[in-house]
């Protein structure tokens, strides 16, 4: 009885924590036709800032004022992450219905019959037609606990080049048509409405996905705001300031989120603007995706589009690796959501790769309580540790043992099937020792474990499907990449929080703080999520915000009944908590050509400024009724390359624009968030390094450091000049470049392999300048994604006004220099 009790008190903990972090809207109502409208949202971080007086806390001074605002021209600037049109898309969005959702999945699975995906088996699309194989070409397909559930046939040789063929030459019958936005947004809306419980189902099925209503609920809204975006960009192309390549694009899908992310985000935001797109089969999960691949192609047709629009390969990897190794020059971007291991070797075969991918996701806690094990349990199991933001590292009070966290888990919920856990609305469910993916070397739970407070190796959970290790250093993999061992609830735990605020232990959380920091920008999770006492956690929180460069950042507490523990499964984009899966910058370019923010226009990844509207702006394109700043003024004047100086005057543009209201405040009504443009981490120390060779020229060098030299992040970043290079080194003199705010160091090739050889840990990023681009410069927001942080950070507090002025006052907050 008294276990029983027990276990009401802590789902009624855990129904408390949901209704305040996951989802929040909940109780919605009908899907598609009610929105929402926040123009006054806005407001109160406006009237804010306004009353704010930015002081830049960089440990270097600045000869050069933060204080005033670099006033400029202040252009829309589109569809480019943060701008003020960027901002404007997330008014009047749908709102779906959930429990209609809900519904027609759970009718969907009722009536589906298993036998259907072995009698009808995925095999390659070409041109609206299936192109079926012999049956030596018949294989098995699994879901993602490695249990078969249907046949693929694999292309044969024959098909395989047809299928190259197709991709190389393709020219639609309708190629003149570069806008296909009310078919595909029709075809769009039935997906969302009449096909949503067969999207769902079929993910359920396939991924055995638990939860695929909320991703369905994201996609009903933040489509709205891609949808905008894309508008945006469509009309900068008509207007012949950009062109948006049209060449095939590939689709590598995701299983946990084929829905939102390759459907919608990838395949229709392509679509519409007549970009021809082919889905990549998969070695395993390959059903729903090929699934709603044949059911877009019917309705493709429905609406009178060409059908070789949308290809499907259904091939064994050699064979997808030989098509698109051939495809290198003929088609255009391949999006990809995966591991970092295979994205990189995905990019190393196929340059103009856009990934997004995982990480150590990591939650830190100063108190051990129920509520915030709870949130560690609940973050390391969502989906059978299936979702991007699961937790994959815990750093706790120096007081927890092993005896501990085994304890913890010992409330895990072990899924019977995830038929029955959408159904009942369970999320984080596990499937006991299933066969889709292996667990890590492990040993039998410790026998000492109430005393033990070092694990080196992991261990199983006695009963439960879960893993770990505890002890006080932070995880140090081989290669400097964690495993994510996928779908497996594993947990490396730092006990290393001290237990008390003394001044020594001060000074020790303020030492732990700062390693922490520098293991988050190595590794560069997805989210970070923050608990401690109202009363500490915000100094803790901005420290770690301020010292790091994650895309999500969530500030909970442990003591404060409406601002719940904190979990790193928490984000809607739809409700600008901005999300994204960037690797580390250092080595972003091993693994894709830009990180990828969402919301954001898909096609604007592989878009380009045209050359003669570059060319047609000029310094009076910069300000309107202000004074532009003279350094600005003259740095441009330097440019002698027409097209780079117009390239440049549009990115001061851009930052001005999207740094005019900085941050802004997010749109959720269960939440509290702040997001835009930051400054890479605030760590004594810690810069980018900007290396410019014998040959690299002023107009080389200038793109890459404007969004340094126009902003606050001007004393974080380092100039590496080659000694041979006289006419750079003369220029940058002229600037005054060699004051004390820009460090510019003199040397050879030697030299700095040697420095960074030494130094290399304290550089957040290290960008050799490199001659313009032939293909021409890329979209602002792109591009300064490259070099500055971007994404949001929230309270899990509702209308949480002291947070939006705590947070709000960060200096990590990207500002317009003058």
């Known amino acids: 009885m008294m276990r029983n009790k027990t276990l009401m008190v802590r789902r009624a903990i855990t129904k408390r924590i949901l209704d305040h972090t996951i989802l929040p809207n909940r109780r919605c109502s009908p899907l598609i036709h009610s929105t929402r409208s926040f123009g006054s949202s806005l407001s109160t971080t406006t009237k804010f800032m306004k009353s704010h007086r930015f002081n830049d806390t960089n440990r270097n001074n600045s000869s050069y004022s933060i204080d005033k605002r670099l006033r400029i021209d202040q252009t829309t600037r589109q569809y480019n992450f943060a ?193 021809p797109c082919v889905i990549l089969g998969r070695s395993h999960t390959i059903q729903h995706s090929y699934r709603w691949t044949e059911l877009l192609v019917d309705l493709m047709k429905e609406e009178g589009i060409d059908p070789g629009m949308v290809t499907y390969l259904s091939c064994q990897l050699d064979d997808i690796k030989y098509i698109t190794s051939n495809c290198t020059e003929s088609a255009g971007a391949l999006y990809t959501t995966c591991s970092r291991e295979l994205a990189k070797s995905i990019k190393s075969n196929y340059p103009n790769t856009i990934s997004s991918t995982g990480g150590p996701n990591t939650l830190i806690t100063a108190e051990w309580t129920e509520a915030v094990r709870d949130a560690i349990r609940m973050s390391a199991s969502i989906e059978c540790a299936g979702q991007c933001t699961a937790l994959r590292h815990a750093v ?98 730092t006990n290393t929080i001290p237990s008390s605020t003394d001044a020594n232990k001060r000074n020790k959380l303020n030492m732990e703080v700062d390693k922490l920091s520098k293991w988050l920008n190595r590794h560069q999770p997805i989210s970070l999520a923050v608990n401690a006492k109202r009363s500490q956690v915000f100094d803790l929180g901005r420290d770690l915000f301020e010292n790091t460069s994650l895309v999500v950042t969530t500030i909970g507490s442990t003591d404060k009944e409406d601002a719940p523990p904190a979990m790193t499964c928490q984000a809607r984009p739809q409700d600008a908590e901005c999300f994204g899966e960037f690797p580390p910058r250092k080595s972003m370019g091993l693994y894709t050509k830009y990180p990828v923010i969402i919301p954001s226009s898909t096609p604007s990844y592989d878009t380009h400024y045209r050359k003669e509207y570059l060319e047609s702006l000029t310094l009076e394109d910069l300000y309107s009724g202000t004074e532009c700043p003279t350094f600005v003024k003259e740095w441009l004047s330097d440019i002698t390359d027409g097209t780079t100086r117009g390239y440049c005057v549009e990115l001061v543009r851009y930052l001005s624009d999207a740094t005019k209201e900085n941050p802004k405040r997010g749109f959720g009504t269960g939440r509290t968030a702040l997001w835009g443009l930051q400054r890479p981490p605030m760590l004594e120390g810690c810069r980018t390094l900007l290396r410019c060779g014998a040959d690299s020229s002023f107009d080389d060098l200038s793109p890459v450091f404007l969004p340094f030299y126009v902003t606050n992040a001007r004393s974080q970043v380092e100039l590496s000049v080659d000694e041979s290079n006289s006419e750079l080194l003369d220029r940058l003199v002229k600037h005054d470049l060699d004051n004390h705010v820009f460090k510019v160091v003199v040397e050879g090739e030697a030299t700095l392999e040697q420095r960074l050889a030494k130094e290399g840990d304290n550089f957040y990023n290290i960008v050799r300048i490199q001659s313009k681009n032939e293909e021409g410069y890329p979209m602002p927001g792109q591009f300064v994604s490259l070099y500055l942080p971007m994404g949001h950070i929230k309270s899990t507090m509702k209308n949480d006004e002291e947070f939006v002025k705590y947070f709000g006052q960060s200096g990590k907050w990207l500002k317009m220099a003058s």
């Open 396 to 493: 706790v009070p120096e007081t927890v043992r092993v005896g501990d966290v085994e304890a913890m888990f010992d409330e895990m919920t072990h899924a019977t099937s995830p038929v029955d856990a959408l159904k009942n609305g369970a999320f984080d469910g596990v499937f006991e020792s299933h066969g889709g993916t292996s667990p890590p070397p492990y040993s039998s739970s410790s026998s000492n474990k109430d005393d033990d407070v070092v694990l080196a190796t992991y261990t199983k959970h006695s009963t439960k499907d879960a893993y770990f290790r505890i002890g006080p250093a932070l995880p140090s993999p081989e290669n400097d990449e964690m495993e994510e061992y996928w779908r497996k609830v594993v947990v490396d735990v």
């Open 83 to 275: 701008s003020s049109q960027y901002a404007s898309c997330f008014e009047d969005i749908p709102t779906p219905d959930v429990v209609k959702l809900r519904k027609d999945a759970v009718e969907y699975l009722d009536s589906f019959d298993k036998q259907s995906w072995y009698d009808d088996p995925v095999c390659s699309i070409l041109n609206g037609e299936k192109l079926l194989a012999p049956p030596s070409n018949l294989w098995i397909t699994k879901n993602s606990l490695s249990q078969p559930n249907g046949n693929q046939y694999h292309a044969t040789p024959a098909q395989i080049s047809s299928l190259l063929t197709h991709i190389q030459t393709y020219t639609s019958s309708s190629s003149d048509v570069k806008d296909l936005r009310p078919q595909i947004r029709r075809i769009e809306q039935r997906f969302l409405n009449e096909y949503a419980g067969l999207l769902i189902g079929n993910q359920c099925l396939d991924f055995c996905k638990q939860d695929g209503v909320t991703e369905m609920e994201e996609s009903v809204m933040a489509n709205s705001v891609e949808r905008k975006l894309n508008d945006a960009l469509l009309s900068d192309e008509v207007d012949g300031k950009v062109d948006i390549t049209r060449k095939p694009v590939f689709v590598s899908c995701v299983s946990n989120f084929t829905n939102f992310l390759d459907l919608f985000r990838k395949t229709l935001r392509n679509l519409e603007l007549g970009i």
